[in-house]
C-alpha cells in the first residue's frame, strides 16, 4: 500500500535527486520495495504539499482569528516540510540500525550451531551450512547467502559472513577464527577450539552489552535532567513567575513543551536506540498467528468507550477542560492495551517454554549419549520436566508416537508442537534433536555442551536486562507518575492564582487554567509514550507488542495521576 503511493509522488518532483549509499543499503536489508532516489523524490514532493497545503491554513487561520495564530501554523507547516526529507533519508538507515542489532541477538546461537555441527563432522562448510539452514531471521539469511557464493570455491563462506558483520559485532570474527582453526585442528584439541569460539562468541555479548550500559548512563541522566526534569521543574514555577511580573505568553508555553521538547527528547531517544549493539527482543507476533485474531473493530470499540467515559468522568469529576485529556489518555491506552493483550499471551508462553529449554538440551542429550534413542530421550525428559516446557516435549513426543513422524515434524511440522509457539530458540533446539536423531549417540555430548552455553546466553540476557533496567527504571517511573503529578500540581497552583484574581503589580495577569490544563496535558500524555518507548527500546529492543502495551498502560496511569494531582492539590490550595 505505502509502495504505490511513494512512487505516485515520486512522479510529481520533476528533478533528480542524489541520496547517500547508506539510504540506498538500508532500504536493500529492510526490503523496503523502492529506492532511495525514489524515496526522496517522493519526500521532497510531500514536503512541498505540506508547506503549500500548511500555509494556506495559516492564511486563513489569521484571516478567521488573530494573525499571530495564522503565523504560527504557517511556521509549523515550513518547518514540517523541511524535515520531511531529513526524515526520509535519515528513517531508513535508523530502521536497518534496529533490525541489525535485532539480528545480532542470535550471533551466540549461531555460533554454538555451527559448533555442535563440527563436533560431529569437523567440517567447515558443512556446518557453516548447517547454521544458515536451521537458523531463523536475517543473521541466518546473510550466512547463507555467504556459503552459496562460496559453494564451488576454496572458501566456505563463514569468513564474508563475518566480515559483513565486523562493524556491529567484532567478536563474531574472533569466534569464527575459533571455528575455522577448530575444523583443521587434531581431533584431540578440536573441543578447546569450539568452546573457545563459543566464549568469544558469548563474551562479546557481554563485553557490548556492559559498555553499552556504561556509554549511556551519562546520556540517560542528561536526557532525564535537561528534558525531563527542568521542564517540569519551570512548569512548576510558572505561577510563580507570572505573581512576579514575567510575561511568559501561553503560545511559548504551547511551543516550547508540545513541540520543541518532543522533537529533543525523540532525537536524543533515537541516537540511544541507534548505539544499541545487541538486542533480545520477544518474538514478532504477526496479525496470522491463530491466537492474534484481527480485532480492529473490537479495539477501536474499546478506545472509543474508554474514551467517551473518561472524558465524560473528567468533565463531572475535573473539569471540562480535562475532557480532552482524558479522553485522548485513556481512548489510546486501552486501545493499545487492548491490541497488545493477545500476542502478550503468545510471548508469556513462549517465555515460560525458553526458560527450561537448556534443562531440556541437556537431559535429552544425556540420554542420547547413554545410547536411547532420541524418541524415548525426548519422552523421559518430558517426564523429568514440569511448566510449560514439558508440556511442550510431551506434546511432541506423544504426536511422534501416534502418528510416527520424525522428530523434525513432530516439532515443526504443520501441526508441530511449535506450530503456533512462535520461538527462535525452541525451534533452533528441536533442530538439534533432528540432528540427534540422525547422527545418534555422536550427538549426545554435543547436547549436552550445547545445553551449558544455552543456559549462559541466558545468563548473560538477564544479567544485561537487569543492569540496562537499573538506567531506564527512572525514565519509566517519570513517564507514568512523577511527570504527571507534578503537572497536575502546577496547573492546579495556577488555578488558585486565577480565582484569587491576583494581577501582579507589572500587570502580568495569571495564565488561563484551561487553555494551561490543555497544553500540559498535551506534554504529559507525550511524555508517557515517548519515554515509555525508549525506556522499553533500550532494555528489550522494539517490539511491537511489548512497546504497545506498555505505552498503554503509562498512558492510563499517566492521565490518571494527572487529574488525580490535579483535584488533589487543589484541596489543599
Not at 216 to 241: C, D, E, K, M, S
Not at 412 to 428: C, N, V, Y
Request: net charge neutral.
Amino acid at each position: 500500500m505505502i509502495v504505490p503511493v511513494v512512487d505516485r509522488l515520486a512522479g510529481w518532483w520533476p528533478w533528480a535527486v542524489d541520496p547517500e549509499p547508506e539510504t540506498e543499503r538500508a532500504l536493500s536489508y529492510l526490503a523496503a520495495g523502492v529506492d532511495a532516489e525514489m524515496l526522496g523524490a517522493a519526500a521532497r514532493a510531500a514536503a512541498v504539499l505540506v508547506v503549500v497545503a500548511t500555509v494556506g491554513a495559516g492564511v486563513s487561520v489569521a484571516t478567521v482569528a488573530t494573525p499571530r495564530l495564522g503565523v504560527a501554523v504557517g511556521s509549523a507547516g515550513m518547518a514540517a516540510g523541511v524535515a520531511v526529507p531529513f526524515v526520509a533519508d535519515r528513517g531508513p538507515q535508523f530502521l536497518a540500525t534496529i533490525a541489525r542489532t535485532r539480528a545480532l541477538g542470535a550471533a551466540a546461537s549461531l555460533v554454538g550451531r555451527t559448533a555442535l555441527r563440527l563436533r560431529i563432522d569437523p567440517t567447515i562448510e558443512r556446518a557453516a551450512a548447517f547454521a544458515a539452514r536451521t537458523g531463523h531471521g536475517p543473521l541466518a539469511a546473510s550466512l547463507g547467502d555467504h556459503v552459496e557464493r562460496a559453494a564451488g570455491t576454496p572458501r566456505s563462506g563463514i569468513d564474508a559472513f563475518a566480515d559483513e558483520w565486523a562493524d556491529r559485532f567484532p567478536a563474531l570474527g574472533r569466534a569464527v577464527t575459533r571455528l575455522d582453526a577448530a575444523a583443521s585442528a587434531p581431533a584431540t584439541e578440536r573441543d578447546r577450539h569450539l568452546d573457545r569460539a563459543i566464549e568469544a562468541a558469548l563474551d562479546g555479548v557481554q563485553e557490548e552489552l556492559a559498555s553499552f550500559t556504561g556509554e549511556i548512563r551519562g546520556a540517560v541522566t542528561g536526557l532525564y535532567a535537561f528534558g525531563v526534569l527542568l521542564p517540569l521543574a519551570l512548569i512548576g514555577v510558572l505561577p510563580a513567575a507570572r505573581a512576579t511580573g514575567v510575561r511568559l505568553p501561553l503560545s511559548v508555553v504551547v511551543a516550547l513543551y508540545d513541540l520543541v521538547l518532543p522533537t529533543g527528547v525523540v532525537g536524543v531517544g533515537a541516537w540511544l536506540l541507534a548505539r544499541r549493539p545487541v538486542a533480545f527482543p520477544p518474538p514478532r507476533i504477526g496479525r496470522d498467528h491463530p491466537e492474534t485474531p484481527n480485532r480492529r473493530l473490537h479495539v477501536v470499540g474499546c478506545g472509543v468507550v474508554a474514551a467517551a467515559v473518561g472524558g465524560y468522568g473528567a468533565t463531572r469529576l475535573v473539569a471540562p477542560w480535562a475532557a480532552p485529556v482524558a479522553a485522548v489518555g485513556f481512548g489510546a491506552g486501552v486501545a493499545l492495551v487492548v491490541d497488545a493483550r493477545p500476542a502478550k499471551r503468545v510471548h508469556e508462553r513462549v517465555r515460560a517454554v525458553e526458560a527450561e529449554l537448556g534443562d531440556a538440551c541437556h537431559l535429552v542429550g544425556r540420554r542420547v549419549a547413554a545410547g536411547e534413542a532420541v524418541e524415548t530421550a525426548i519422552a523421559g525428559a518430558a517426564e523429568r520436566l514440569t511448566g510449560a516446557t514439558g508440556a511442550m516435549l510431551t506434546d511432541a513426543a506423544n504426536r511422534q508416537r501416534r502418528l510416527g513422524v520424525t522428530v523434525d515434524e513432530a516439532f515443526d511440522g504443520e501441526a508441530g508442537a511449535l506450530a503456533t509457539l512462535p520461538s527462535r530458540r525452541a525451534r533452533e533446539v528441536a533442530t538439534l534433536f533432528s540432528l540427534a536423531a540422525t547422527e545418534g549417540r555422536p550427538a549426545g555430548e554435543a547436547l549436552v555442551t550445547t545445553a551449558e552455553h544455552v543456559a549462559e546466553l541466558d545468563r548473560i540476557e538477564q544479567a544485561a536486562r537487569r543492569e540496562l533496567g537499573q538506567v531506564t527504571d527512572t525514565l519509566s517511573n517519570t513517564a507514568a507518575a512523577f511527570g504527571p503529578i507534578v503537572g497536575g500540581t502546577t496547573v492546579a497552583l495556577s488555578a488558585r492564582v486565577t480565582q484569587t484574581g491576583t494581577t501582579a503589580p507589572f500587570g502580568a495577569a495569571p495564565l488561563p487554567t484551561a487553555e494551561l490544563g490543555l497544553a500540559v496535558g498535551a506534554y504529559v500524555l507525550w511524555l508517557a509514550a515517548a519515554l515509555t518507548t525508549l525506556s522499553t527500546g533500550l532494555t528489550h529492543g522494539l517490539d511491537r507488542t511489548l512497546v504497545g502495551h506498555r505505552v498503554g498502560v503509562a498512558l492510563c496511569l499517566a492521565t490518571a495521576c494527572y487529574l488525580a494531582a490535579f483535584v488533589g492539590a487543589g484541596l489543599f490550595l
